[in-house]
């Protein structure tokens, strides 16, 4: 006897059809399908009406508190997803970092107000935040991909976002937002806000927490490194910058980074991967976890500084 398996399931509450891989209704939002992993506060999928989306400012506090109603808000509307900014803000403490590696060096008989002192300190604020804005964008981008390989082997992530979101422009023409009622209860689903993936913008949100991972840094950079005394700029030399470069506090700062990439982004990159693809929560996070680990040891814990 020949068993067949429904393509589709039917919403309990709006009467939508789903496919039938969906966890979560592509029209109200109402969960089809529970998991286990769900029961934790951290990854429990997020229902409630939505209208209009959150400030930036508090995308970014509920990604801190509340991830699930961040990536919620951010997935019913994700071209305001905030992605950019906290690319922007964490490249703006690595220039407030440059200021604080700046602080140990005590230059001998310059007045602090010195216009030369001035432009040392823009300089190294410009430095860093470039080095800091260039760097991350690159290293982030490679973690998406990577991330995103490994959801393409786990749930089939590049196919999902291309049959939710590949026709997105004839869907538009379609079904318009004038057509939609003002009292319908799917006005707030993902379907009707009819717009592309904004797939990088949305995953980089995954990398909220180097906001405070380094503002910390920081004050460990401020309390950490050795003072350094200059009789004079032309004093500048290797062996001073040896003296801060072989610091031991340099190994708390890749373990910071390490702890990070390893735990925390790749548990906001699921919650992230989970709602772009309305996918399993469980099997996208193992693969994200396995690639936050290897990268946590090849690119930090591998490094000279940590053991040197």
């Known amino acids: 006897m020949s068993k067949t398996v429904a393509a589709f399931q039917r919403c309990p509450r709006c009467g939508n059809e789903n496919t039938a891989d969906s966890f979560a209704c592509n029209f109200c939002g109402i969960r089809l399908k529970t998991e286990r992993i769900e029961n934790i506060r951290f990854f429990r999928r997020y229902e409630a009406e939505w209208s209009t989306p959150y400030p930036w400012y508090f995308k970014i506090l509920y990604l801190f508190v509340n991830p699930p109603k961040a990536f919620f808000d951010i997935n019913h509307k994700r071209s305001k997803a905030p992605g950019w900014l906290i690319l922007l803000f964490s490249s703006l403490l690595y220039g407030l970092m440059g200021l604080a590696f700046l602080s140990h060096f005590n230059f001998v008989g310059v007045d602090i107000f010195d216009p030369i002192i001035a432009a040392i300190s823009f300089s190294f604020f410009s430095a860093f935040f470039m080095f800091g804005f260039c760097f991350q964008l690159i290293f982030f981008a490679i973690l998406i991909w990577l991330f995103s390989k490994g959801a393409n082997y786990a749930v089939g992530f590049t196919d999902k976002l291309e049959k939710r979101f590949g026709g997105i422009k004839e869907q538009r023409e379609k079904y318009g937002q004038t057509d939609v009622s003002p009292f319908s209860i799917y006005k707030g689903g993902t379907m009707l806000q009819l717009e592309g993936s904004y797939k990088f913008k949305m995953m980089l949100c995954a990398f909220t927490p180097f906001l405070l991972i380094n503002g910390i840094k920081i004050l460990i950079v401020l309390a950490g490194f050795p003072p350094v005394s200059l009789t004079d700029f032309s004093s500048f030399n290797q062996a001073l910058l040896d003296t801060l470069f072989n610091s031991k506090t340099w190994a708390i700062l890749d373990i910071i980074d390490a702890l990070t990439i390893a735990v925390w982004v790749p548990i906001l990159m699921t919650l992230a991967i989970r ?34």
Do not use: H
């Open 275 to 308: 709602e772009l693809s309305n996918s399993s929560t469980t099997r996208v996070l193992i693969p994200t976890i396995i690639i936050g680990v290897l990268v946590a040891i090849f690119f930090y814990f591998l490094r000279p500084t940590l053991f040197g």
